[in-house]
């Protein structure tokens, strides 16, 4: 069973420029989910994408998009980078969808700078 | 609106000796609650989840949580912490609603094991 992994490891952008990180879920799972973790702070819930449609959304703005393909697998859009974007952009995949109770499996994360 | 609260930044534990990590919650209706661990450089690992049933839930690594409905609670505990163990915590709460399963994180605790 393969775990979940994401794409690129680090990245460094400059403000305004625009970021694409991806996400290949775990084996079997339909929904995956993208969070925004600062240093010293929680995860926070940017949306969730279940059976390639968002179903849930976070209080982040219209620049942070996604999208999911049919294998299941998600890419984490964000246009106009700002330098407060800069953080650990974790991905979580799990079995069921909206209502589901199973537990959410993460990746190691992409860390991305802004300068 | 849901929300975690983890009181303290850091626990310090000798090993060898019970540890007990703090959560607390704030959610309308029945609450899920989750423990993650983040080792450094990786993602948040499952611990354990409470669903429903037995406020004593057993977990991963030999950890076990006690929810405790009238103090909204859902401490972390470990009957005999290991060096390894060292790593930061976060509890998280998801509301039992036809929404997107959205995790709702603490802030974290940092756990220090010392020999």
């Known amino acids: 069973e393969t775990g979940v992994t994401q794409s690129p490891t680090h990245l460094i952008k400059t403000r305004g420029q625009q970021v694409t990180l991806r996400c290949s879920s775990q084996s079997g799972h339909n929904t995956v989910s993208w969070y925004q973790q600062a240093l010293g702070q929680g995860p926070q819930f940017i949306f969730q994408y279940y059976r390639e449609e968002e179903n849930g959304r976070g209080n982040f703005p219209p620049r942070f998009s996604g999208l999911q393909f049919p294998n299941y697998s998600s890419e984490l859009n964000v246009n106009a980078l700002e330098l407060d974007d800069s953080a650990l952009y974790l991905c979580?995949?799990?079995?069921?969808?909206?209502?589901?109770?199973?537990?959410?499996?993460f990746g190691p994360g992409t860390r991305l700078t802004v300068l | 609106a849901q929300s975690v609260a983890q009181p303290e930044d850091q626990v310090n534990v000798a090993e060898g000796n019970p540890l007990t990590v703090k959560c607390t919650y704030s959610?309308?209706?029945?609450?899920?609650l989750f423990w993650y661990v983040q080792y450094p450089n990786r993602g948040l690992q499952f611990l354990l989840k409470y669903i429903t049933g037995d406020n004593l839930v057993k977990g991963s690594y030999g950890f076990e949580a006690e929810f405790n409905k009238s103090q909204t609670s859902f401490h972390l505990k470990k009957p005999s912490a290991l060096v390894s163990d060292s790593a930061l915590y976060f509890c998280a709460v998801r509301k039992n609603t036809g929404t997107a399963s959205k995790l709702t994180f603490g802030t974290g605790t940092r756990l220090q094991v010392t020999l």
């Open positions: 959610v309308s209706g029945n609450p899920y």
């Open positions: 979580a995949s799990s079995l069921g969808g909206a209502g589901g109770l199973n537990e959410q499996f």
